[in-house]
């Protein structure tokens, strides 16, 4: 039997983290064809999405997708997410989050093939804000704040 990633426990981990401590849970996506996001807020292959429970509608936290509804400037959209797409999860506030490989993600559910690549697991762990950094603070008003930039740490 395969060993199933650690990626989607850690992201939920960190989700329940988040809101346990009053922060606000992004996530960093790197988009594919099996990605379903607003394209207007895609920027350099990347969206980032706040995944707190007052911004999402049915949030599934999955062991192979992230899906949920929010409203983009006002209008409510279907986000889905592969988990292998995913390549960071942190708090707003912090900046304390992980950040992940990123594999080729498997189309619609039920489509993978048997040959398909298991997920990687995380690539940097952060203690702190040390580990993740970015060059602005994102405003809380923002509707679409920068991801922090990510730093391997080995």
């Not at 996506?29 to 509608?57: E, R």
């Not at 409203?71 to 960071?88: K, N, Q, W």
């Not at 993978?112 to 690539?123: I, L, V, Y």
């Amino acid at each position: 039997m395969q060993e199933s990633s650690t990626k989607p426990y850690l992201i939920r981990a960190l989700h329940e983290w988040c809101t346990d401590n009053g922060y606000t849970p992004h996530i960093v996506v790197t988009v594919d064809a099996n990605t379903t996001v607003p394209p207007a807020h895609i920027h350099d292959g990347q969206i980032t999405l706040n995944i707190g429970t007052l911004a999402t509608n049915g949030l599934t936290l999955g062991n192979e997708y992230i899906e949920f509804q929010t409203r983009f400037g006002g209008v409510t959209e279907h986000i889905f997410v592969p988990v292998a797409t995913v390549s960071a999860i942190y708090a707003r506030e912090t900046g304390q989050g992980m950040g992940f490989d990123v594999l080729e993600s498997q189309p619609y559910p039920g489509t993978e093939t048997a040959d398909s690549s298991p997920q990687e697991g995380p690539r940097a762990v952060s203690e702190g804000k040390d580990h993740l950094s970015s060059d602005a603070k994102p405003d809380p008003s923002d509707d679409d704040p920068k991801p922090p930039r990510l730093t391997i740490v080995k």
